[in-house]
């Protein structure tokens, strides 16, 4: 008897601070349905004492074991590759890629461009291969689905002499979301995202409204356009995060309030946004408080959702014609009071939606515009880890790769 296929792939995102994992199972009609483990580990490079764990390589261990308590060791033949959430890609990675000595290498040289995310990510992805060098580890990067950005879109309009050397362009970010919840939006619609003819002329903009929040404009599977540039600033307002800024107030703040490059960083960054204006950076929090008549809270909503509509509207007009717009994460697929006041008033635009449906919760992806809305209102509930898996297992294939010893 030959022994089964590995049909599992160990989704890894490893952030500055915390190491969170999903194993799924790409078994079956529906691959993803099986989850055998997921979970957290928190606090990486704090004490012990605080429930801390040293190092990327501890948080590891820490993973391997809760995984070997469940029954599904690191060392598990079931185990077909693992998958990196990887951040920044730059221009250099485009599409997912199978990891090795080289790759890491020149992921190295996009830490500036990613100071915070891309070295924990490579930590991540070292330990992994140090404990199963003899498995596939795969990078999917959040810039990759906006390669596609036309250089009208991505390029700032800066003299290319000065931008260029210093890898300055818009990068775009979320794209493993926006990949999916485009995908998914076409599918929910009729049309079948796997058939590149069936799919041509579906165009659908993405608002991804989570702490953070970016919003891409996809056209036939293509994104064209998205909020986010360089970094994650970029864009729509945020939990912490301003989005977009005249780029004069860094200056200001810099000669008026003697602000050093750190400090403005870390304003913009994570004291900015919905916790700027308010105080509160959770959706849920700022609705109890407008409940209760707080005008900050509501001005916060305000300001946040007079981005969202801002760029709906320019994307309309970037796509020429809209078929669907797509709520997804943790604001997008929660919050009817953010998806009702961003879509109110833009019938001219063929957006209707139906404030019945629209206040239905639920976990299935639905349409909430009203029947005879030309463009249609969905929410889309994301799954990054699921999509990270499903381009994993597309680059080994269903019965893997056998690697050359390391
Ligand atoms: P991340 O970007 O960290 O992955 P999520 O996509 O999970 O975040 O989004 C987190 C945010 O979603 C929270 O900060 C909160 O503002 C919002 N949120 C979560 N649940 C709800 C809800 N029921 N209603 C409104 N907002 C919600």
Redesign the pocket.
């Known amino acids: 008897m030959t022994a089964a296929a590995p049909t599992r792939v160990l989704v890894l995102n490893s952030g500055s601070s915390s190491l969170k994992y999903q194993l799924i199972d790409m078994a079956g009609p529906v691959p993803g349905t099986d989850r055998p483990a997921r979970g957290i580990v928190e606090r990486i490079g704090e004490p012990r004492a605080r429930g801390g764990v040293p190092d990327h390589a501890a948080a590891l261990r820490a993973v391997g074991d809760e995984l070997a308590a469940a029954g599904h060791g690191l060392d598990s033949p079931d185990l077909l590759a693992i998958g990196h959430r990887a951040v920044h890609g730059g221009t250099r990675f485009t599409e997912p890629v199978l990891v090795d000595d080289g790759v890491l290498a020149e992921m190295e040289k996009l830490v500036p461009l990613a100071p915070l995310h891309n070295p924990a990510n490579i930590a991540g992805i070292r330990v992994a291969r140090e404990l199963r060098p003899d498995l596939p580890q795969v990078a999917v990067f959040d810039t990759a689905f906006h390669a596609t950005l036309p250089e009208h879109a991505w390029r700032y309009a800066l003299d290319p002499a000065v931008a260029d050397p210093y890898a300055i362009r818009r990068y775009g970010f979320h794209g493993t979301s926006h990949a999916y919840v485009s995908r998914t939006a076409a599918r929910l619609l009729g049309r079948d995202p796997a058939d590149p003819a069936d799919l041509a002329g579906f165009h659908v903009i993405v608002l991804h409204l ?3 929040a970016s919003v891409s404009a996809v056209a036939g599977g293509r994104c064209v356009e998205t909020s986010m540039g360089m970094t994650p600033l970029e864009g729509l307002v945020m ?1 912490t995060r301003s989005g977009d800024l005249d780029p004069a107030v860094v200056f200001h703040l810099a000669r008026e309030a003697g602000m050093d490059t750190d400090a403005i960083d870390t304003l913009l960054n994570k004291r900015s946004g919905l916790a700027g204006l308010c105080g509160d ?4 929090e700022i ?1 109890r408080r407008m409940a209760e008549g707080d005008e900050r809270a509501r001005l916060a909503f305000d300001v946040y959702v007079h981005r969202i509509r801002k760029y709906v509207g320019a994307y309309t007009a970037v796509l020429g014609r809209v078929d669907a717009i797509a709520f997804t ?3 997008g697929e ?2 009817a009071a953010v998806r009702e006041a961003s879509m109110r008033g833009l019938e001219a635009f063929g957006v209707e939606l139906d404030s019945v449906r629209n206040a239905v919760r639920g976990d299935a992806p639905r349409v909430v515009s009203a029947p005879g809305s030309r463009t249609a209102v969905a929410v889309v509930p994301t799954d990054e880890e699921l999509e990270i898996a499903t381009q994993t297992r597309d680059l080994v294939g269903e019965r893997g790769l056998s690697l050359p010893p390391p």
């Open positions: 989570g702490n953070g939990g950076n959770d959706m849920r609705g994460a943790g604001v929660n919050s």
